[in-house]
């Protein structure tokens, strides 16, 4: 307020970090830097004598058993990645921080240097339960330079629309920038360096469940097709416009590149339809003099010939002719043993896990009713599985909806994923995300407070579930009796659980 007691705006607008200590681009000699795509988000760039890789996802599923990959990684990634002087981790999400390939990884380099940015949810916040040891994690503040020599360095940027866990990433070396905008909705807020040499992004829609597992209302097949058309041409628009703006060198759209493969999710796989690399960067070159490239595995990009002569015949080498570009098979079995495990877990003989978990999660005080339903593979009742209440209002479990006005969602779930989900205390993304759920409801509105609870804000360590069973020991062995009746009176749903000693 002034001394009028009038108030004043005032618009900050402080410099880009980037453009402290600023560096002028110097002549790269060809072979200098070198940028292989591996698969999805994984790159393995050659700066100098150093090498960095970005978000290694080379083995196994992502999303519990959603994901897998749709190119075939070349057969020395694992020699890539173990050769690699630091590994830059964008976020959280399995497709960027997979376990699996670091299992494989921490096998052979447990102390390898991994850089990730100072996230209100830790990037690796499920390191000790993975059981995979590694023990050179840097956890970096955003928008300062980290100097790894005297040529290269980089700052890891926060995103401006989920600014809790997704981060993007500029490389610099000898003046010239690589800027990776990974998954985020609006990197850094919206301001970012312009010119950069190499630029890339994601491009290809298709990493939500909505609106794929939800049905009834307005939710039709032919609603869904449309609104997914729609959809991915707004984001090939945006993402054109945003290229056009940034005018980088070079631009190169990815980690988008996966697939629904397992057979039970064919439904999701064809409808789920994703943006063409080839189209949006036919878009670019439409309305700009920006240069593209879609990677395939193994193919690199020497950015000093680039540079020099996009024309350069050896600016981009291809992968040797023959090899194998798209994965035609992937090996489920061991990564669904994996989430079978946990439906035979002895938690889920005592149905007072319902309430040690939710309370456990933490999210009450909302108007909102939500039935949860385990289901079989194909999103039918799992024989004596759990369908249940959960008012949220005051975290109760009842029997019945309540009297009171309410939304209402019901969340019917993989029995396999959900129990894995619970036992691990892990993020709902694995359901959502991973087309594990189909989903209702009424009325038909986004509850951001709920779905924001459990996808990212679930406590860091998991249900003391050791605990819970000491304490199911000492009153008795239970042998539970499941019933769920529907009545004819529509949204009523009644379910009762006997816990018999």
Known sequence: MDENNRLLLLELNPPNPWDLQPRSPEELAFGEVQITYLTHACMDLKLGDKRMVFDPWLIGPAFARGWWLLHE??????????????????????????????????????????????????????????GVQLTNINVVPFGIWQQVDKNLRFMILMDGVHPEMDTCIIVEYKGHKILNTVDCTRPNGGRLPMKVALMMSDFAGGASGFPMTFSGGKFTEEWKAQFIKTERKKLLNYKARLVKNLQPRIYCPFAGYFVESHPSDKYIKETNTKNDPNELNNLIKKNSDVITWTPRPGATLDLGRMLKDPTDSK?????????????????????????????????????SWIKEYFTWAGFKDYNLVVRMIETDEDFNPFPGGYDYLVDFLDLSFPKERPQREHPYEEIHSRVDVIRHVVKNGLLWDELYIGFQTRLQRDPDIYHHLFWNHFQIKLPLTPPNWKSFLMCCEQNGPGILQFSTERTNEPNRNKFSVENKA
């Open 315 to 351: 600016g981009i080498i291809e992968p040797p002719e023959g090899t194998k570009i798209y994965k035609d098979s992937w090996d489920f079995e061991p990564y669904l043993e994996i989430l079978n495990a946990a439906v035979g877990d002895e938690i889920f003989l005592h149905s």
């Open 73 to 130: 990684p070349p057969s020395d990634w694992l020699e890539r990645l173990c050769q690699a002087d630091l590994i830059y981790i964008s976020h959280l999400h399995s497709d960027h921080l997979s376990y699996p390939t670091l299992k494989k990884l921490a096998g052979r380099r447990p102390d390898i240097p991994i850089y990730v940015g100072n996230t209100e949810r830790p990037v690796f916040w499920n390191l000790n339960q993975s």
